[in-house]
Protein backbone atom coordinates (compact mmCIF):
# COMPACT_ATOMS: atom_id res chain seq x y z
CA UNK A 1 0.00 0.00 0.00
CA UNK A 2 1.01 3.81 -0.81
CA UNK A 3 0.15 6.43 0.99
CA UNK A 4 0.50 8.26 -1.89
CA UNK A 5 -1.74 9.06 -5.00
CA UNK A 6 1.19 10.10 -7.00
CA UNK A 7 4.47 9.86 -6.19
CA UNK A 8 7.57 10.75 -9.03
CA UNK A 9 11.01 10.37 -8.33
CA UNK A 10 14.16 11.46 -10.64
CA UNK A 11 11.86 11.23 -13.49
CA UNK A 12 13.30 12.60 -16.93
CA UNK A 13 11.44 12.42 -20.04
CA UNK A 14 12.12 13.09 -23.50
CA UNK A 15 10.19 12.01 -27.11
CA UNK A 16 11.96 9.51 -29.15
CA UNK A 17 14.53 8.56 -26.66
CA UNK A 18 14.87 5.12 -28.65
CA UNK A 19 15.96 6.72 -31.87
CA UNK A 20 18.86 7.68 -30.18
CA UNK A 21 19.11 11.09 -31.69
CA UNK A 22 19.89 14.40 -29.30
CA UNK A 23 16.40 15.20 -28.32
CA UNK A 24 15.63 17.81 -25.64
CA UNK A 25 14.68 16.69 -22.00
CA UNK A 26 10.60 17.69 -21.68
CA UNK A 27 10.67 16.92 -18.26
CA UNK A 28 12.86 16.36 -15.48
CA UNK A 29 11.12 16.42 -12.11
CA UNK A 30 13.09 15.43 -9.09
CA UNK A 31 10.34 14.99 -6.51
CA UNK A 32 6.55 15.10 -6.47
CA UNK A 33 3.73 13.98 -4.24
CA UNK A 34 0.15 13.55 -4.31
CA UNK A 35 -1.66 12.58 -1.53
CA UNK A 36 -5.42 10.72 -2.23
CA UNK A 37 -8.18 13.23 -2.09
CA UNK A 38 -6.08 16.37 -3.02
CA UNK A 39 -7.12 18.76 -5.35
CA UNK A 40 -4.42 20.37 -7.21
CA UNK A 41 -3.83 23.09 -9.57
CA UNK A 42 -1.43 22.15 -11.56
CA UNK A 43 -0.10 25.38 -13.43
CA UNK A 44 2.39 25.34 -16.39
CA UNK A 45 2.33 28.15 -19.88
CA UNK A 46 1.65 27.05 -23.05
CA UNK A 47 4.67 24.14 -24.19
CA UNK A 48 5.97 23.52 -20.82
CA UNK A 49 5.35 19.91 -20.83
CA UNK A 50 2.03 19.65 -18.70
CA UNK A 51 0.61 16.98 -21.50
CA UNK A 52 3.59 15.14 -21.16
CA UNK A 53 3.37 15.06 -17.61
CA UNK A 54 -0.69 13.53 -17.76
CA UNK A 55 0.06 11.24 -19.99
CA UNK A 56 2.83 10.08 -18.23
CA UNK A 57 0.59 9.41 -15.10
CA UNK A 58 -2.37 8.13 -17.13
CA UNK A 59 0.11 5.88 -18.77
CA UNK A 60 0.00 6.37 -22.17
CA UNK A 61 3.27 7.95 -22.23
CA UNK A 62 6.03 5.57 -21.12
CA UNK A 63 8.76 5.99 -18.29
CA UNK A 64 11.99 5.02 -19.91
CA UNK A 65 14.16 6.86 -16.06
CA UNK A 66 12.95 7.62 -12.69
CA UNK A 67 9.83 6.20 -10.78
CA UNK A 68 6.49 6.84 -11.05
CA UNK A 69 3.90 5.18 -9.33
CA UNK A 70 -0.04 6.17 -9.57
CA UNK A 71 -2.68 4.55 -7.31
CA UNK A 72 0.30 2.21 -5.66
CA UNK A 73 1.71 0.74 -9.16
CA UNK A 74 5.11 1.64 -10.07
CA UNK A 75 4.47 2.47 -13.71
CA UNK A 76 7.86 1.60 -14.99
CA UNK A 77 7.66 -2.20 -13.57
CA UNK A 78 4.18 -2.32 -15.69
CA UNK A 79 3.38 -3.76 -19.37
CA UNK A 80 1.37 -1.40 -21.53
CA UNK A 81 -1.27 -3.55 -20.82
CA UNK A 82 -1.45 -3.46 -17.60
CA UNK A 83 -1.01 0.66 -17.52
CA UNK A 84 -4.30 0.50 -20.52
CA UNK A 85 -6.16 -1.66 -17.53
CA UNK A 86 -4.99 1.03 -14.96
CA UNK A 87 -6.14 3.79 -16.49
CA UNK A 88 -9.61 2.36 -17.89
CA UNK A 89 -10.58 0.99 -14.19
CA UNK A 90 -8.98 3.84 -11.99
CA UNK A 91 -8.70 6.98 -14.09
CA UNK A 92 -11.00 9.49 -15.63
CA UNK A 93 -8.93 11.74 -18.33
CA UNK A 94 -10.61 14.82 -19.26
CA UNK A 95 -9.29 16.83 -22.21
CA UNK A 96 -8.81 19.59 -23.59
CA UNK A 97 -10.74 19.02 -26.87
CA UNK A 98 -13.64 16.99 -25.67
CA UNK A 99 -13.10 13.75 -27.69
CA UNK A 100 -16.89 12.58 -27.25
CA UNK A 101 -18.21 10.06 -29.74
CA UNK A 102 -20.95 11.96 -32.68
CA UNK A 103 -22.97 9.20 -33.23
CA UNK A 104 -23.71 7.61 -29.72
CA UNK A 105 -26.21 9.05 -27.22
CA UNK A 106 -25.11 11.92 -24.42
CA UNK A 107 -26.23 8.87 -21.64
CA UNK A 108 -23.66 6.40 -24.26
CA UNK A 109 -20.88 8.49 -24.26
CA UNK A 110 -21.40 8.92 -20.52
CA UNK A 111 -21.14 5.38 -20.04
CA UNK A 112 -18.97 4.11 -22.41
CA UNK A 113 -15.78 4.29 -19.93
CA UNK A 114 -17.64 1.39 -18.38
CA UNK A 115 -18.89 -0.36 -20.97
CA UNK A 116 -15.02 -0.51 -21.79
CA UNK A 117 -13.99 -1.46 -18.61
CA UNK A 118 -16.46 -3.69 -17.19
CA UNK A 119 -13.86 -3.63 -13.75
CA UNK A 120 -14.53 0.30 -13.53
CA UNK A 121 -18.63 -0.48 -12.89
CA UNK A 122 -17.74 -3.09 -9.99
CA UNK A 123 -20.30 -2.80 -7.74
CA UNK A 124 -21.93 -0.03 -8.78
CA UNK A 125 -24.95 0.77 -10.87
CA UNK A 126 -24.77 2.59 -14.02
CA UNK A 127 -27.42 3.06 -15.31
CA UNK A 128 -28.72 4.55 -12.23
CA UNK A 129 -25.05 6.33 -12.23
CA UNK A 130 -25.55 7.89 -15.38
CA UNK A 131 -28.91 9.26 -14.66
CA UNK A 132 -27.40 10.56 -11.02
CA UNK A 133 -24.27 12.88 -13.32
CA UNK A 134 -26.79 14.09 -15.93
CA UNK A 135 -29.46 15.10 -13.85
CA UNK A 136 -26.22 17.07 -11.01
CA UNK A 137 -24.53 18.24 -14.87
CA UNK A 138 -27.80 20.05 -15.72
CA UNK A 139 -27.94 17.47 -19.11
CA UNK A 140 -31.42 15.95 -18.44
CA UNK A 141 -33.22 17.10 -20.98
CA UNK A 142 -30.29 15.92 -23.43
CA UNK A 143 -30.01 12.31 -22.36
CA UNK A 144 -30.97 10.94 -25.52
CA UNK A 145 -29.70 13.31 -27.72
CA UNK A 146 -26.44 13.47 -30.02
CA UNK A 147 -23.88 15.46 -29.01
CA UNK A 148 -24.08 17.62 -31.97
CA UNK A 149 -27.48 19.07 -30.72
CA UNK A 150 -25.58 20.37 -27.44
CA UNK A 151 -23.56 23.89 -27.21
CA UNK A 152 -19.19 23.71 -25.95
CA UNK A 153 -20.13 24.01 -22.28
CA UNK A 154 -22.96 21.23 -22.51
CA UNK A 155 -20.01 19.06 -24.26
CA UNK A 156 -17.38 19.60 -21.96
CA UNK A 157 -20.12 18.72 -19.20
CA UNK A 158 -20.54 15.55 -20.59
CA UNK A 159 -16.85 14.78 -21.00
CA UNK A 160 -17.29 15.37 -16.96
CA UNK A 161 -19.64 13.19 -16.95
CA UNK A 162 -17.63 10.36 -18.71
CA UNK A 163 -14.61 10.97 -16.35
CA UNK A 164 -16.25 10.27 -13.65
CA UNK A 165 -18.43 7.21 -13.95
CA UNK A 166 -17.57 4.56 -12.20
CA UNK A 167 -16.26 6.24 -9.68
CA UNK A 168 -12.42 6.59 -10.57
CA UNK A 169 -9.78 7.33 -7.86
CA UNK A 170 -7.95 9.44 -9.94
CA UNK A 171 -9.31 12.48 -12.15
CA UNK A 172 -6.70 14.24 -14.57
CA UNK A 173 -8.35 17.31 -16.52
CA UNK A 174 -5.84 18.32 -18.98
CA UNK A 175 -7.21 22.23 -19.50
CA UNK A 176 -10.45 21.43 -19.54
CA UNK A 177 -12.10 24.95 -19.44
CA UNK A 178 -9.62 26.42 -22.71
CA UNK A 179 -12.24 26.92 -25.00
CA UNK A 180 -15.34 28.05 -22.47
CA UNK A 181 -16.33 31.45 -22.11
CA UNK A 182 -15.86 32.91 -18.24
CA UNK A 183 -19.44 32.10 -17.32
CA UNK A 184 -19.18 28.28 -18.68
CA UNK A 185 -15.44 28.27 -17.14
CA UNK A 186 -17.18 29.25 -14.06
CA UNK A 187 -20.05 26.70 -14.02
CA UNK A 188 -17.95 24.00 -15.00
CA UNK A 189 -15.55 24.70 -12.03
CA UNK A 190 -18.02 24.99 -9.82
CA UNK A 191 -19.88 21.59 -10.85
CA UNK A 192 -16.35 19.55 -11.09
CA UNK A 193 -15.14 20.58 -7.37
CA UNK A 194 -18.97 19.57 -5.99
CA UNK A 195 -18.15 16.40 -7.28
CA UNK A 196 -14.97 16.09 -6.08
CA UNK A 197 -16.56 17.15 -2.41
CA UNK A 198 -18.72 14.03 -2.53
CA UNK A 199 -16.26 11.33 -3.48
CA UNK A 200 -13.04 13.31 -2.68
CA UNK A 201 -11.10 11.59 -5.53
CA UNK A 202 -7.61 12.83 -6.51
CA UNK A 203 -8.27 15.52 -8.76
CA UNK A 204 -5.28 17.02 -11.01
CA UNK A 205 -6.49 19.91 -12.69
CA UNK A 206 -3.53 21.55 -15.26
CA UNK A 207 -4.28 24.92 -16.98
CA UNK A 208 -1.82 27.87 -18.36
CA UNK A 209 -4.79 29.83 -16.88
CA UNK A 210 -3.45 31.74 -13.38
CA UNK A 211 -7.07 32.85 -12.97
CA UNK A 212 -8.55 29.34 -12.32
CA UNK A 213 -5.88 28.68 -9.10
CA UNK A 214 -8.50 30.46 -7.02
CA UNK A 215 -10.42 27.55 -7.11
CA UNK A 216 -8.05 25.05 -5.44
CA UNK A 217 -6.18 24.66 -1.91
CA UNK A 218 -2.95 23.91 -3.41
CA UNK A 219 -1.25 24.92 -6.19
CA UNK A 220 1.82 23.33 -8.29
CA UNK A 221 3.90 25.29 -10.61
CA UNK A 222 5.59 22.87 -13.37
CA UNK A 223 8.29 25.67 -13.76
CA UNK A 224 8.99 25.07 -10.41
CA UNK A 225 9.54 21.69 -10.01
CA UNK A 226 10.35 20.72 -13.63
CA UNK A 227 14.49 21.63 -13.62
CA UNK A 228 15.13 21.18 -17.19
P1 LIG B 1 1.95 21.76 -22.60
O1 LIG B 1 0.88 20.76 -22.42
O2 LIG B 1 2.45 22.34 -21.31
O3 LIG B 1 1.60 22.84 -23.56
P2 LIG B 1 3.36 19.60 -23.95
O4 LIG B 1 3.55 18.53 -22.92
O5 LIG B 1 2.28 19.40 -24.94
O6 LIG B 1 3.23 21.02 -23.21
O7 LIG B 1 4.72 19.78 -24.75
C1 LIG B 1 5.97 19.92 -24.12
C2 LIG B 1 7.08 19.89 -25.16
O8 LIG B 1 7.11 18.59 -25.75
C3 LIG B 1 6.89 20.87 -26.28
O9 LIG B 1 8.17 21.36 -26.63
C4 LIG B 1 6.32 20.05 -27.40
O10 LIG B 1 6.68 20.56 -28.65
C5 LIG B 1 6.95 18.69 -27.16
N1 LIG B 1 6.08 17.58 -27.60
C6 LIG B 1 4.80 17.38 -27.21
N2 LIG B 1 4.30 16.26 -27.78
C7 LIG B 1 5.30 15.76 -28.56
C8 LIG B 1 5.41 14.60 -29.40
N3 LIG B 1 4.39 13.73 -29.55
N4 LIG B 1 6.58 14.41 -30.03
C9 LIG B 1 7.62 15.26 -29.88
N5 LIG B 1 7.58 16.35 -29.09
C10 LIG B 1 6.44 16.61 -28.45
MG1 LIG C 1 -1.06 20.67 -23.16
Redesign the pocket.
Known amino acids: MTQNSIRIKDLRFS??SQLKIENPL?LNIPELSIHPGEKIFLY?P????????LNILAGVLQVETGEVEVLGKSLQFISQGERDHLRGEKIGYIFQIFNLIPYLTIKENIQLPCLINKKRSLGIDIEAQAEELISTLGLKDFADKLVTDLSIGQQQRVAAARALIGNPQLIIADEPTSSLDEKNTHEFMNLLLSEWEKRKFTLIFVSHDTRLKEYFPKTISLPDINKI
Open positions: YHVGSGFGKSTL
